[in-house]
């Protein structure tokens, strides 16, 4: 079975502050790829980053990076000085590689709270 | 280019009734899929239709139903309407390619009362 677990419910942190955000996933698949979206008040999910299980590289863009390490089944999110526009609900997910199944498996979501 | 467009945004429905739902793909994106979105169940995912056909569905009952049309929109359906079916419905829209993401829409907000 497949899982995506984000351990931390809820994170507030000042602005300037570092913080990541911790996803761990499950699968038996040997490809796969992993998500991170964010979702603002707005309701929509805005799409940050998309990882396949064979690129354990490590990515940055501007102040957000992401490490990708399958030896702990982890997909971890860091947002470096963070501000108060950071503010929102991330999510993690899984889907699988093969086949044409499109269904994303979520975690239940971190909500950050980045204060002035 | 236009996004995923979700209408209506809000709906207040009664029990019993039905609900229907749409959804305008990113242009040129076939794939559509549709999720729930509840505080308690977090994001779970209903159905995917591709080139008007269902592709994959999820653990809902019958009660919740879609179709894809020619053009890629897609509509949902919720008949029989029951208090926990209050949700924000998020639609998504994706290239045939495995390797791609998906984009959704600002979402319906459904509250049955």
């Known amino acids: 079975a497949q899982k995506v677990t984000q351990a931390q419910t809820e994170i507030s942190v000042v602005e300037k502050e570092d913080v990541t955000l911790d996803c761990v996933y499950e699968?038996?698949?040997?490809?796969?790829?992993l998500f991170w979206y964010k979702q603002p008040p707005s309701g929509e999910l805005v799409f940050l980053i998309r990882r396949n299980s064979f690129d354990e590289q490590n990515e940055i863009s501007g102040r957000y990076s992401w490490n990708f390490q399958k030896s702990t089944s982890s997909f971890n999110f860091t947002i470096t000085a963070s501000q108060v526009v950071d503010s929102a609900v991330y999510f993690c997910?899984?889907?699988?590689?093969?086949?044409?199944?499109?269904?994303?498996?979520w975690g239940l979501g971190t909500s950050l709270a980045v204060n002035p | 280019k236009a996004g995923v467009t979700q209408t209506p945004r809000y709906l207040i429905k009664t029990r019993g009734q039905q609900v229907t739902l749409s959804c305008s793909p990113i242009?040129?994106?076939?794939?559509v899929s549709w999720y729930q979105q509840t505080p308690g169940q977090g994001l779970q995912f209903l159905f995917e239709y591709f080139s008007e056909t269902q592709r994959n569905k999820g653990n809902f009952p019958g009660r919740f139903s879609g179709r894809q049309f020619s053009n890629s929109r897609s509509e949902m359906n919720v008949s029989t309407l029951e208090l926990g079916d209050s949700a924000l419905y998020l639609c998504a829209s994706s290239l045939e390619a495995r390797n791609t993401e998906a984009f959704f829409g600002q979402g319906t907000r459904l509250t049955v009362v």
């Open positions: 997910a899984l889907r699988r590689g093969a086949g044409n199944n499109r269904k994303l498996i």
């Open positions: 242009s040129g994106h076939r794939s």
């Open positions: 699968t038996r698949d040997t490809t796969y790829y």
